[in-house]
């Protein structure tokens, strides 16, 4: 009986921490933003960076942007809108634990992108 209490106790156990390794949140992804000194267009130019600050890839990452356009051209495959004041990072492919994914923009006005959603990539070793 104890030996199946103590074996029981550690199959929970492993669960939790196999499970509580990998646990992305929104928060995990920081949207790093400023000015350049460039402009296009006579218009300011803006880097925007998506960094991943957990230990799994985090892929199909949404953020808010309401109202987003620039003069600048902007790589499609690294930010794009998808519609319902909603665009697309990195085309949704995974961005890699503690990498960043970062695009230029140019407009008069700065934008706030929060993330909205995005799903793990945890690959067991």
């Not at 000194?37 to 309401?66: A, D, Y």
Request: hydrophobic share 40%; charged share 15%.
């Amino acid at each position: 009986m104890a030996s199946t209490y103590v074996s029981l106790l550690t199959i929970i156990l492993f669960t939790f921490l196999v499970k509580g390794h990998c646990q992305c949140q929104l928060k995990d992804l920081t949207v790093l933003s400023s000015k350049t000194p460039r402009q296009i267009q006579g218009v300011h130019e803006w880097q925007v960076m998506f960094v991943n600050n957990c230990k799994c890839s985090l892929k199909g990452v949404t953020v808010s942007c309401k109202g987003f356009h620039s003069v600048e051209n902007v790589d499609p495959n690294v930010f794009a809108p998808i519609g319902n004041d909603k665009c697309i990072v990195n085309g949704g492919r995974p961005i890699q634990p503690f990498a960043s994914v970062m695009f230029l923009y140019a407009d008069p006005q700065h934008f706030v992108f929060e993330p909205l959603s995005h799903d793990m990539v945890c690959v067991s070793s």
